[in-house]
């Protein structure tokens, strides 16, 4: 922790964390280098003016109580807010720096991601990135307890606490091999596709609940022989001709730039697209360099989306041109 981190995060709350992420008194010290006596005895203070214990005292080291879960996260929205405003008193020197908190989902750890990473810390040298890999449901949830400065995810709803900076439509189409029979086709209907080996997403992929709520019938009468909560493993099963999958160009990104795979949209009029949106909490103030990322991911967004479609419509060109 920075000196101005230092002078201006209560000593309470930061002793009660160390504590609380240590597991004893004695780690906590070490961590904050000050003596184990004065967290103790501050942690004893709080204890008493609040009334209630912080911390079951147990021979192998403490643990929170209910109030002192409360209190932990009290000292983390605390941190978050402070490098909120350090951030934006950085920004009024002229300096983008700061620390920022992204939640994505693990589909995008091999797409677009890395090179979202890369180009804010070629970018913006001074801002610390933190990621968090969620489910969709979880981006929501941390955005509006603040535990998290944007979120990009799939099927963001726009809300009073919820600001969508940028949005863009998936179609819902089948990935398959190069060499599948499906694969030389414009389109396919979902008759098409039901009738090969489907490699199913479990519900913890927010795939599968879209196909559940808008497409049962379908999953129904596929019967799909696997079903798996790893988007890899479905990919992989796909690659080797053996399976299709129901899912988005944004999904199967990286393969269908490298060739591995082909994106062939659904026909049917009831194949609704997804989106995947970039949004930022409405209810609370966020320093400007948060919103600047959160334009520059969506901006990132689009522009990988669109060399997807690029490569697999080069792709469909030179497989149709005549010899």
């Known amino acids: 922790m920075n000196p101005a981190n230092h002078m201006l995060h209560p000593k309470a709350l930061r002793y009660v964390a160390a504590v609380a992420q240590l597991g004893s008194v004695q780690a906590a010290a070490r961590e904050v280098s000050i003596s184990a006596s004065a967290i103790d005895r501050h942690i004893l203070l709080l204890e008493e003016d609040l009334g209630v214990p912080l911390f079951e005292r147990q021979p192998r080291g403490m643990r929170l109580t209910a109030a002192g879960e409360l209190l932990l996260a009290l000292a983390q929205r605390w941190k978050a807010d402070l490098n909120r405003t350090l951030s934006d008193i950085k920004h009024l020197q002229g300096v983008s720096q700061g620390q920022l908190r992204l939640a994505a989902m693990d589909s995008h750890v091999n797409g677009f991601l890395p090179e979202f990473v890369l180009a804010v810390a070629r970018e913006h040298p001074g801002i610390v990135l933190e990621v968090d890999i969620v489910s969709p449901d979880e981006a929501v949830q941390r955005l509006r307890a603040g535990d998290v400065d944007l979120a990009v995810a799939f099927n963001l709803k726009p809300g009073r606490d919820l600001h969508l900076v940028a949005s863009a439509e998936l179609p819902l189409g089948c990935v398959v091999a190069p060499g599948h029979p499906l694969a030389s086709q414009a389109q396919a209907s979902f008759k098409e596709v039901v009738a090969w080996p489907l490699a199913a997403q479990s519900r ?117 041109k005549p010899r």
């Open 204 to 320: 913890a992929l927010a795939i599968r609940r879209y196909l559940e709520r808008r497409h049962n019938w379908l999953l129904q009468e596929a019967r799909p022989p696997l079903v798996t909560n790893s988007l890899q493993l479905v990919k992989s099963l796909v690659r080797s001709g053996s399976h299709v999958a129901l899912t988005s160009e944004l999904d199967a990104g990286p393969e269908i730039l490298a060739g591995q795979l082909r994106f062939v949209p659904l026909k049917d009029k009831n194949a609704q697209p997804q989106t995947v949106g970039v949004a930022i909490s409405a209810g609370r103030a966020l320093p400007h360099i948060a919103r600047m990322v959160a334009e520059r991911l969506g901006v990132h967004v689009g522009d990988y989306l669109a060399r997807v479609r690029a490569a697999g419509a080069e792709t469909k060109r030179k497989k149709t």
